[in-house]
């Protein structure tokens, strides 16, 4: 407004704030409580039973070094790769962030083992065609986890809007809207991690904030 200053909080504090809960995983922590607090306000199990892993590949600023950063032939991307495992209700599980010309085959073995061994409960996760292969046998013996693949029809043409496919698809478009993760800007995997969990952390908090105790 005129004639009025704006004073912002300086940002190295803020930064220095940022890098200690990201360095201690409290933003997970954080993340986490409320993804239990959103689940049982919902009248679900604090822990999931069943999800969707998929991955999105985005591009990278210029910030980001060539060791962090990669090219998806078959997106045609230069950047990085987000590795999701969402809920049943499209609540953040675990991200890994890679190279975009990480398979995620190969990204989806290790996040899924830290997701079995961090919530116990998941038997079934649901996927696209582009998990299919060894990674299902390795899932069942490993994991005792089953990996549903679902896939497009021959028959289907343009948008279709697959059965449990959708959850994880709204999930990234969720993603988008935070300005922050329409592109990677962070020098480093642990920050651009920090952010999906900072994202989804607003959003539940502003689910919950609108959610009204029931009279009894």
Request: glycine share 8%; with cysteine; charged share 25%.
């Amino acid at each position: 407004m005129a004639g009025h200053a704006c004073h912002f909080v300086p940002w190295d504090r803020v930064y220095a704030c940022f890098r200690r809960w990201r360095n201690h995983d409290l933003v997970r922590e954080l993340h986490d409580r409320l993804r239990r607090l959103v689940r049982e306000r919902a009248g679900q199990d604090s822990e999931p039973g069943a999800g969707g892993i998929e991955s999105q590949s985005v591009k990278a600023d210029a910030v980001v070094g060539s060791d962090s950063g990669g090219f998806d032939g078959g997106k045609l991307i230069n950047g990085r790769k987000r590795h999701v495992v969402v809920d049943t209700l499209g609540l953040l599980l675990a991200v890994m962030v890679t190279a975009a010309d990480v398979g995620d085959r190969a990204a989806a073995q290790v996040l899924l083992t830290q997701v079995t061994a961090a919530h116990h409960l998941p038997a079934l996760v649901w996927a696209d065609g582009g998990y299919t292969g060894s990674l299902v046998e390795y899932c069942l013996a490993a994991l005792a986890l089953v990996l549903a693949i679902v896939k497009r029809s021959d028959d289907m043409r343009g948008f279709v809007v697959l059965p449990k496919r959708w959850i994880v698809e709204r999930f990234f478009a969720h993603l988008m809207r935070s300005r922050r993760l329409a592109r990677d800007f962070e020098r480093s995997i642990a920050s651009a991690k920090a952010m999906v969990y900072w994202s989804m952390t607003m959003l539940m908090t502003r689910r919950l904030a609108r959610q009204r105790p029931s009279r009894a």
